[in-house]
């Protein structure tokens, strides 16, 4: 594999990154924000997010270690945002595990997309 190719696969498997965990992102803030959710069919939310997840799956099967975490991770994402919608905003401490998830996020996109800057600057 050239060096080119090798440089080339990394920034698509980093845009991947980057789009899943904005769909997850934004499956969290549609929780907590009525115009989020009103902004953007849900259907097509979850479209855009199964397939970056299911994408994503792909990439990761050289790497079951990389592929459980970030398919655990996917899934308590969803299950938090699933559980907050069924049962209504009084859930205080559904609240504080959606806030901190979404931080968590914050913080990975953050630096996936430092990552992605320098991958497409090489």
Request: glycine share 2%; with cysteine.
């Amino acid at each position: 594999m050239s060096a080119q190719s090798a440089s080339s696969n990394h920034v698509v498997i980093t845009e991947t990154f980057v789009r899943l965990y904005v769909f997850l992102a934004q499956t969290l803030d549609r929780c907590l924000d009525q115009a989020q959710r009103e902004s953007f069919p849900e259907k097509e939310h979850q479209a855009f997010l199964t397939e970056s997840r299911n994408r994503m799956r792909d990439m990761l099967a050289v790497n079951p270690v990389v592929k459980g975490k970030v398919d655990e991770e996917c899934s308590r994402v969803l299950a938090l945002a699933e559980s907050y919608l069924k049962k209504g905003a009084g859930q205080k401490d559904v609240l504080e595990q959606i806030t901190c998830e979404r931080a968590i996020l914050k913080t990975k996109l953050a630096a996936l997309s430092d990552l992605l800057a320098v991958f497409r600057a090489l």
